[in-house]
């Protein structure tokens, strides 16, 4: 089983980047797919995208595409959330989480959780 811990998060002004980095440990790395959610105040966790383990490919939640790009490196069991053109609506805690599946996108289709890191968007 592998543990998510993230970092990377703080405030950008609107129409900034952030990259936020999610290290998991274990020996298994490669086989579980790695995917971010966030959840902003008052509302419930949403799914942003993850990465497979089978072949890296990525995938979005709709909304998100084109703004956000997931990336893996499995030398450094490490994922990444590349977020560009920031919005006061992207404001959240971003979770890191892993799955065994192929294209989990439920949060019930992931094990293991990260703490959570703070992203804040000023307008």
């Known amino acids: 089983q592998v543990q998510p811990v993230e970092s990377g998060g703080g405030l950008v002004q609107a129409g900034g980047s952030l990259r936020l980095s999610c290290a998991a440990s274990?020996?298994?790395?490669?086989?579980?797919?790695m995917g971010w959610f966030r959840q902003a105040p008052g509302k419930e966790r949403e799914f942003v995208g993850a990465?497979?383990?089978?072949?890296?490919?990525?995938y979005y939640a709709d909304s998100l595409k084109g703004r956000f790009t997931i990336s893996r490196d499995s030398a450094k069991s490490t994922i990444y959330l590349q977020m560009n053109s920031l919005k006061p609506e992207d404001t959240a805690v971003y979770y890191c989480?892993?799955?065994?599946?192929?294209?989990?996108?439920?949060?019930?289709?992931?094990?293991?959780w990260g703490q959570g890191t703070q992203v804040t968007v000023s307008s």
């Open positions: 274990g020996r298994t790395f490669s086989k579980y797919t």
């Open positions: 989480a892993a799955s065994r599946l192929w294209v989990p996108r439920l949060e019930t289709d992931f094990d293991s």
């Open positions: 990465a497979s383990w089978t072949d890296g490919r990525s």
